[in-house]
């Protein structure tokens, strides 16, 4: 499948641009501008990932979860001679909601004919399932495994592989990544743009459902100035307030990283219809019900890159669905939007409701949040975070110290050493 290329041209005769994906735009915004973020690029459906369909942390293993539930392909092992009489293998995952398409599958095909001999679906399970094919019949066969996803859908609709042992010839662990001579074949995601309307407008693509992958992370490259940077989502399908599902981060050129955290409760909230009434919340309503907007600072100096990250440990990966630059400058990542409409209300609440590095005051919203939600200060793990500084790249002993030697009121790194006799 050809991808649909990301164009912007301006008809200067009649006022029209022709944004991304063909939509015309008959009145531009002066300020605000889509960040390009383009869709899973061909080949990504399968990966090898540490979450299974429920974002919980497993064991490495070969999933096609690569571009989400919707991705589809097939990925196949280097052609082999069976040896032995037993083909075991583990298997993960769902072949449709009622487990009967037969489309979400694991298969022993004949290297020469390229007719199936075996094949095994999808266990309808989440947890790795031990499966096992008796091919003591096809001895000295040359044959490969091939394991294949055909269903794109939003649901139900993956499968992985965490081992296989075929005999000697073939024995792959994949806790230990993919092994060479494996070879992936899948389609491109679809680029289907829309415009969400607003106070602050944006341009997704409807043929995903979020931009962070399942492997957790992505990255935006940049190159321009911008005075605010909105998202569109902001959610997760459900989460427990105050924990931290993620972050967005600006990385600049001069070197220097800003995070911002997405907190359940803060920066994130459900995916429902009504947005959560806690003071706390810092998210604003768009024209899409279920989709909310979140408002950051970056710093004025140029932005490199914006690098969206999910959290490896606390579960559901936040869904943000698109991004929108606020800045004069202009730059071949950024795209027209449609000229916005805010009410004074909505200016005032970009105003009083956007995030930067200082403000709000974390700990009044840790309060509010622990208020809202009826939390003890013991129901939850602690959100300090710790940064590593090396001061040294020598070993110097076994024995560091920090304390305040000289009386000084200064504390000092020291260290004890044992000198040759």
């Given at each position: 499948?050809?991808?649909?290329l990301?164009i912007?041209?301006?008809?200067?005769?009649?006022?029209?641009?022709?944004?991304a994906g063909?939509?015309?735009?008959?009145?531009?915004?002066a300020?605000?501008?889509?960040?390009?973020?383009?869709?899973?690029?061909?080949?990504?459906?399968?990966?090898?990932l540490?979450r299974?369909?429920?974002?919980?942390?497993?064991?490495?293993?070969?999933?096609?979860?690569?571009?989400?539930?919707?991705?589809?392909?097939?990925?196949?092992?280097?052609v082999?001679?069976l040896?032995?009489d037993?083909v075991?293998?583990?298997?993960?995952g769902?072949?449709?909601?009622?487990?009967?398409?037969?489309?979400n599958?694991?298969?022993l095909?004949?290297a020469?004919?390229?007719?199936?001999?075996?094949?095994?679906?999808a266990?309808?399970?989440?947890a790795?399932?031990e499966?096992?094919?008796d091919?003591a019949?096809?001895?000295?066969?040359?044959?490969?495994?091939?394991?294949?996803?055909?269903?794109?859908?939003?649901?139900?609709?993956?499968?992985?592989?965490?081992?296989?042992?075929?005999?000697?010839?073939?024995?792959?662990d994949?806790?230990?990544?993919?092994?060479?001579?494996?070879?992936?074949?899948?389609?491109?995601?679809?680029?289907?743009?829309?415009?969400?309307?607003?106070a602050?407008p944006?341009?997704?693509?409807?043929?995903?459902?979020?931009l962070?992958p399942a492997k957790?992370?992505?990255?935006f490259?940049?190159?321009?100035?911008?005075?605010?940077?909105?998202l569109?989502?902001?959610t997760?399908?459900?989460?427990?307030?105050?924990?931290?599902?993620g972050?967005?981060e600006?990385?600049?050129?001069?070197?220097?990283?800003?995070?911002?955290?997405?907190?359940?409760?803060?920066?994130?909230d459900?995916?429902?219809?009504?947005?959560?009434?806690s003071?706390a919340?810092?998210?604003?309503?768009?024209?899409?019900p279920?989709?909310?907007?979140?408002?950051?600072?970056p710093?004025?100096?140029v932005?490199?890159m914006?690098?969206?990250?999910?959290?490896?440990?606390r579960?559901?990966?936040?869904?943000?669905t698109?991004?929108?630059c606020?800045?004069?400058?202009?730059?071949e990542?950024?795209?027209?939007?449609?000229?916005?409409?805010?009410?004074?209300?909505?200016t005032?609440?970009?105003?009083?409701?956007?995030?930067?590095?200082?403000?709000?005051?974390?700990?009044a919203?840790?309060q509010?949040?622990?208020?809202?939600?009826?939390?003890?200060?013991?129901?939850?793990?602690?959100?300090?975070?710790?940064?590593?500084?090396?001061?040294?790249?020598?070993?110097?002993?076994e024995?560091?110290?920090v304390?305040?030697?000289?009386?000084?009121?200064?504390?000092?790194v020291?260290?004890?050493e044992?000198?040759?006799?």
């Amino acid at each position: 499948m050809t991808t649909r290329l990301w164009i912007a041209v301006t008809l200067i005769s009649s006022c029209v641009v022709i944004a991304a994906g063909g939509q015309e735009i008959a009145d531009v915004s002066a300020k605000y501008k889509a960040l390009n973020c383009p869709p899973p690029t061909l080949g990504t459906t399968w990966a090898i990932l540490e979450r299974d369909g429920a974002n919980r942390q497993v064991d490495p293993y070969l999933s096609s979860l690569g571009q989400g539930e919707s991705g589809t392909g097939t990925i196949s092992s280097p052609v082999f001679r069976l040896d032995t009489d037993i083909v075991r293998f583990t298997i993960r995952g769902h072949d449709g909601t009622d487990g009967k398409r037969g489309e979400n599958l694991i298969v022993l095909v004949d290297a020469r004919k390229g007719t199936d001999l075996r094949k095994t679906t999808a266990p309808a399970n989440d947890a790795l399932r031990e499966r096992s094919w008796d091919v003591a019949d096809l001895k000295d066969r040359e044959v490969r495994i091939e394991v294949r996803d055909g269903i794109a859908e939003g649901a139900f609709a993956w499968l992985g592989i965490g081992s296989i042992d075929a005999g000697p010839a073939l024995r792959v662990d994949f806790r230990n990544g993919l092994p060479d001579g494996w070879n992936r074949t899948s389609r491109a995601a679809d680029v289907r743009n829309e415009f969400v309307a607003g106070a602050v407008p944006f341009q997704r693509n409807t043929s995903v459902t979020g931009l962070i992958p399942a492997k957790g992370e992505v990255e935006f490259p940049c190159g321009f100035v911008a005075e605010r940077v909105f998202l569109l989502g902001c959610t997760v399908p459900t989460g427990t307030p105050l924990i931290c599902y993620g972050a967005v981060e600006f990385h600049y050129r001069s070197g220097s990283v800003d995070s911002f955290p997405l907190i359940y409760g803060f920066t994130l909230d459900g995916q429902g219809k009504l947005l959560s009434p806690s003071k706390a919340m810092y998210l604003g309503r768009s024209s899409d019900p279920f989709q909310y907007v979140l408002a950051l600072a970056p710093e004025k100096e140029v932005i490199e890159m914006i690098r969206l990250v999910a959290s490896p440990t606390r579960g559901p990966i936040p869904q943000i669905t698109a991004i929108t630059c606020e800045t004069r400058d202009s730059h071949e990542r950024l795209l027209p939007l449609p000229k916005e409409q805010p009410s004074p209300e909505d200016t005032a609440w970009i105003t009083s409701h956007t995030i930067t590095t200082k403000l709000p005051d974390r700990h009044a919203i840790e309060q509010e949040l622990r208020q809202a939600h009826k939390l003890a200060a013991t129901e939850l793990g602690s959100q300090i975070k710790f940064r590593v500084r090396h001061l040294d790249k020598a070993f110097r002993s076994e024995g560091v110290a920090v304390a305040d030697v000289s009386g000084d009121g200064k504390k000092g790194v020291f260290y004890f050493e044992q000198l040759p006799k």
